[in-house]
């Protein structure tokens, strides 16, 4: 009778945990890791030759048509 | 019945780990800690499940896992060595068909090891095969201490599930683990996500550590009762007020020592008084043939050499006749004898490069797990503050194992090896950690010093 007893409630406490674990998100893929890692990507990408072409480019067609805005108001 | 519940519940753990292959690694640690198969009485006992499992484990995570953060460590390596020399020493055995009976689950044991930390790259997973690695030995403890409770105990006479006195099913090994994993379950009660602090995980964890404490008393181990005191010195480092907890733990002694049948007096007695006991002092000769076997064979003799040994000593006979006892002394010849302590199964089978491995493998472990309790005590967000307690929890795990090995042969006992494995796995995770953010960080210095060189360039 205890065997039963120990045997279920072992059993039980580690079907419940092994669900739980099936049903978390970060089992496969650490979010602590993933978030630094996320961080660290995009600053990268910020401090790249080709990042910051990016940014400028962007920078440059905005220019001119803040530019035009301007002149077309005055 | 019973083979069909333990049919059923790791088919549910096989379905499980179809969306997690990780779970399969788990179900092979719950095969191996509790042996369902040598529980149950037909169907079960007639499938090889534990091999199923290592498939599952071994097969899911080659095929299926990302094996992002997966990295081979010192430790590993010294393992794949150790496992190298014994299959090497165990072709040289003094005993060949001896030898390959222990070799046959040694190496299965070893290699787990050696595997395991391979996939432990998330905190989740840690905590995972920690909580699994508990809660199956805790079945096995829980009916252990409801016995002690209800039907008292007795030196061999307490039944387990499995009564071969075998694995973790022997009474001092299961003292031994049952001791040692007290710290990790209060581990878990203040930083547990699986099972979230509450007030049922204390009253389990509560319930729980009283039956560990029990298990020593009622399988009457006298190594329990050292692994006890280890953990009483062990828990002085992180008290604050020790005075109090000394005379706290004074206090419980005495409480309990009413409750203590006759024979547990008796068997603890031996301990102070090792002539007295065949078992005890059998242990000092056979570490003395030990150290003279491999001043002879200093590479070891294989697994099982201690069946070579022979030996004759004195020890003192009482006869109790009404009020008179007499005590004479007889010579006592003991023949294959084992090295009761894993230093010595260690020397004995494989020599001083084994025992210098095995030294190091613990010894090194002990050292990783100070360290990042030191590194990570002054954590306290809620993603890392759980380190440093789990590295403190580990470690004194550690060491009642060691204390434990010091006077009963489990220098391979899988139990340790994944407590081994575990150590590994949150090392490997904290360096990973610091590795991340230390790139980090010089990603962040990179952007401010282009910021700036940008900024100067617009002013000039």
Same mark, same amino acid.
């Given at each position: ?74 | ?126 905590? $995972?095969? /920690?909580?699994? +690695? ?7 403890? #829980? =009916? *252990?201490?409801?016995? !002690?409770? &209800? ?51 204390? $009253?389990? /964890?509560?319930? +729980? ?7 020593? #008393? =009622? *399988?009457?181990?006298? !190594?329990? &009762? ?53 078992? /005890? ?180």
């Amino acid at each position: 009778m205890i065997d039963y007893f120990a045997l279920a409630l072992g059993h039980g406490l580690l079907a419940i945990a092994l669900l739980r674990l099936m049903l978390r998100e970060g089992l496969d893929v650490d979010p602590l890791i993933g978030e630094i890692k996320a961080e660290t990507d995009a600053n990268r990408k910020a401090t790249s030759v080709a990042g910051r072409n990016a940014a400028r480019r962007t920078k440059t067609v905005e220019q001119p048509q803040a530019d035009g805005t301007s002149s077309a108001d005055a | 019945m019973l083979d069909l519940v333990f049919l059923a519940f790791i088919g549910y753990v096989l379905v499980l780990g179809l969306r997690r292959p990780f779970l399969w690694v788990l179900l092979y640690v719950y095969i191996d800690i509790l042996a369902p198969q040598r529980i149950g009485y037909s169907l079960i006992a007639a499938l090889p499940v534990s091999l199923i499992a290592f498939a599952a484990a071994f097969g899911g995570w080659i095929a299926l896992d990302r094996k992002e953060g997966a990295r081979f460590t010192l430790r590993q390596g010294l393992m794949g060595l150790l496992l190298a020399y014994c299959w090497w020493t165990t072709g040289q055995a003094d005993f060949p068909a001896d030898a390959q009976t222990k070799w046959d689950w040694v190496w299965k044991a070893l290699l787990f090891a050696i595997f395991l930390p391979l996939t432990l790259t998330t905190r989740a997973r840690i905590e $995972g095969l /920690a909580l699994v +690695l508990l809660l199956s030995v805790a079945t096995i403890v #829980i =009916g *252990t201490g409801m016995k !002690t409770i &209800l039907g008292g105990g007795g030196y061999q006479n307490l039944k387990f599930f499995v009564n071969d006195n075998s694995g973790i099913y022997e009474s001092s090994t299961l003292a031994t683990v049952a001791i040692g994993l007290i710290p990790m379950l209060w581990w878990f009660v203040k930083y547990g996500t699986v099972f979230r602090p509450h007030w049922l995980v204390t $009253g389990f /964890a509560a319930a +729980l550590t009283f039956a560990c404490l029990l298990v020593p #008393i =009622g *399988t009457e181990a006298r !190594t329990g &009762l050292l692994c006890i005191a280890a953990l009483g010195g062990l828990m002085l480092r992180y008290t604050k007020r020790r005075f109090l907890f000394i005379a706290g733990a004074g206090v419980l002694g005495l409480a309990a020592v009413p409750f203590l049948p006759q024979s547990y007096y008796d068997r603890m007695a031996t301990l102070a008084q090792p002539s007295s006991d065949e078992s /005890a002092s059998t242990r000092v000769a056979v570490w003395q043939w030990t150290l003279d076997y491999v001043g002879e064979k200093p590479l070891g003799g294989g697994f099982d050499a201690y069946r070579g040994n022979r030996f004759a000593y004195v020890m003192p006979v009482k006869q109790v006749d009404g009020n008179t006892t007499s005590v004479t002394y007889s010579e006592v010849v003991d023949e294959g004898r084992a090295y009761h302590s894993s230093f010595f199964e260690m020397l004995g089978e494989q020599g001083w490069p084994g025992l210098m491995i095995w030294l190091a493998l613990h010894g090194i472990g002990l050292w990783q797990m100070e360290r990042l309790q030191r590194r990570w005590k002054t954590a306290g967000d809620e993603a890392t503050r759980w380190i440093a307690p789990l590295a403190a929890a580990l470690q004194m795990s550690a060491i009642i194992y060691l204390v434990g090995a010091t006077f009963q042969g489990i220098a391979y006992q899988p139990v340790m090896l994944m407590l081994v494995g575990l150590q590994i796995g949150l090392n490997t995770y904290c360096l990973r950690i610091d590795s991340a953010r230390g790139l980090l960080e010089r990603s962040v210095s990179r952007k401010a010093a282009i910021a700036n060189t940008m900024r100067s360039a617009v002013a000039a």
